[in-house]
């Protein structure tokens, strides 16, 4: 290994940098500590990493602070307006805010004045939510890469699209990040930066406000330190923005899902995972033999053809997602190029694709997709999920080394709810274990992550 | 009939107050006439008949004009951008345009400068279609009234909530004006100004930048003199414009379905029958034994236990898009109304429903419509499709009287393609016809409407 690719750090499984926020209520109503104190706890941590990081393109503290002031009397009044009231929370610079401007990682955007708050924005804001500042994003949180670094190793990157997202969360500046994912731009950023990164079921949570490229396939997602505070998050914004219209919103209780224990996991062979080397196999390899021994069934696709023809399904997944991108984004991109608006190096080749897309292209990529459900629904009935690696490697050095996405395209692309858990380390960094539910199935996924993150981290089990 | 209800026309079925825009193709090419000369026409008949009627919100004959030009060169050189080139067309005023305002018929929105074009009004820019002006629209599509009159009868409504954009085409000063449609919004303006008004099946054309209050259920749809014009918009807006993001596009031929005598066709009643008068009845009692002369099949509820339970299921529609309303308008109107903006007689309730609803609620009233939407499937596998009124009743008299909308609520709840022909007559009025088709099937249904209506203006059938 040559000098400078030498880990500058050794992460660990089962590192925090921040407790869980759902963990504070307890505190915050009995007066010991308060959503302001948190906020100052941020700030600081803010101020000392963020120079080196950049996760943010704006922050307004003194507003953030006016916000948690608020929040703070609520809970020391017993009236909070919701399980976020007071959480500190960044925002993807893809979700339109009504008092910070929204760059979209483009030069289209950048300066215009704040607009309407996207559904999300508005949903957190109705429970109290602080909302600090916005984190960079690729360019339309798909192409030109952003400065960020990974709070981890500034030597490398923290993954995109959400890159700020993960960044502020991976340096403990935030409890909380929103991000959005359309093939993997949160569950990679939250993988290479040792956090939980869940993207729910399509369509759960409204995406007004938040213009995406692909709006059959993007989806918000969250960047957290811990499982219960994306439950509470998600479950937050799914009851009060809503779902997308015409589709179901996020079912589950209040409380974060107890943990419980799967009885029988599919291997999810990524199409990546050609890509990953002999360390971060082993990683992944380890922690499956872990969870056998507790009696956990895992089995392998060359033993069930329902999950060798899923397999085969997903090599292609990808391919079906950008095949979706080119035909959506031709509203307003194409308007955009017609205006003379410039775009970043990925851009460019996507509008000549954009510009050649067919509506006969777009439906045979909506049947690619038919078909890949149908196939991940017909494993569902006999597995509780599907175990596999969130990315196909660690972060890479070099911050336009963005690394693989396609470990995460075949949930995406299907729509099914995934997380990833930090409990595998590789080449001294974290490496996410990814977990995929089935459709509108985020309670059991959650109880069954909570179980295997316990198991892995503990070497126990709460389940047993 | 007291004095003042008596008719002021005696409206004829094959009424027309414009010919075909597709029909002058060839006199364009040719340079026997052009579309600067029928947007000469229509402004005309603009300046003659919009001082009494109100149709427009906003029109702009210079720009309209230069397109106009641009156009009429663009056909004498056998160039034509699509079959589109040149029509003139009027966007009914919740559908934005960057060189005219968008009042979305709110105070709200008055005066706001022009945005980024929707979706729809970039692809008839796209195709070279001239945008004259912005149609008079109720409060969002779905409050306040506007002042448009009936041009067939000014003491009447042109129905709503495309009050403007009815009116125009109605009075002959457009071709082709877009509507929307949640419940009747385009049919039933249609039926009552004695024009072609389709609403093609959901999802077929993207409806970005027309926030509708209910996305999962809003459709644009035509106002036309002919049912070939309604083809060659819709399906140039579908490939154009795109489909709503994850929902197939509108298939069939380039030209215009030639027409095709439907084998068997299932009566619909629809949930406002009961309020249709004697007069209204026998219009469409005599259409229906003018079909079934020419040996059409059409098959009572009562004569099918399939379609009994349709029946049964069409009864409460409208109550669940009303709950879908509800649900959906909860982001941005509650936002809005936080902010002290103030509402219209008819949103002000609807306000207090959005505020008590639940997610469970909207998960009923989405269970609702796959119910109907099931119901429709079965009996479409034996019917070509399904017949009966448009509207419970001709245009009444008074602006504010808007008439019930529930004739067209069971196919727009189902999202399935639904159009008025202009061939039934009572009270000296027009009375739409409604026919039904099968989800995506757009072409069949426009072929059997052709036949249907050329059976009953023409008293032959071209497919005989």
Redesign the interface.
Known sequence: MPDDDRPHTDWQPGTRALPSFHGLAAAFRAGKDSPRDLLERCIATIEAREPEIGAFVVYDFDRARTAADAATARWRDGTPLSAIDGLPIGLKDVISTEDLPTGRGSEIFAGRPPE??A?VA??LRQGGAVIVGKTVTTEFAIGRIGRTRNPLDPRRTPGTSSSGSAAAVGAGMLPVALGSQLISSVMRPASYCGHVGVMPSYGVI?M?GMEPV????DHVGTHTTTLEDAWIVLRHL??T???I??W??LHGPAEPPAPAKPRRLARLYEPDWQHTDADCRAALEDALKSLCATGVEIVEPEDDPVLRRLEAACATSEATIMA?VT??M???FL?YDAKGFRFGLRLGPLMEKARAAT?ED??DA?GARDELRARFDAAARTYDGFIGLSASSVAAIGLDNMGRPGATAPATCAGLPALTLPVLAAHGMPLGLQLVGAAHGEASLFAHAAWVGWTLLEGGSPAR
């Open positions: 309407r708050d559904a508005w949903a409204r007004d692909c709006p059959s396939t799914s009851r923005a809503g779902p219209p015409g179901r919103g979706l035909n959506e031709r509203w307003p308007d509506m777009y439906h909506l």
